[in-house]
């Protein structure tokens, strides 16, 4: 029986873009709110950059849910447009 030898080009770059894509799929059907800890985690910033950038705009404000003096939390996709939509006015 003759040996067959061949080569596999794999473009790794496609490949890291394509996990990518499907680990953002699947957090965005898994998350449905956030909070401070998780959001630092999934934006690699830290929770104090988190706080002066983006929580004190009135516009995260608005979509914080928080019971008195509990911990707050932020709808996930809602937040993250804002979030996107501070950064573009940087």
Do not use: H
């Not at 030898?5 to 490949?15: C, R």
């Not at 983006?54 to 608005?62: A, Q, S």
């Amino acid at each position: 029986m003759p040996t067959v030898k061949f080569d596999v080009a794999v473009n790794e770059t496609e490949i890291r873009d394509y996990i990518n894509q499907q680990l953002d799929q699947a957090i965005r059907e898994s998350l449905f709110v956030w909070d401070i800890e998780t959001m630092s985690k999934r934006t690699c910033m830290s929770k104090s950059f988190l706080e002066n950038e983006f929580l004190r705009d009135p516009r995260m404000k608005l979509i914080e849910r928080r019971k008195e003096k509990g911990k707050r939390f932020w709808f996930y996709e809602e937040s993250k447009q804002v979030m996107k939509d501070i950064m573009d006015e940087w």
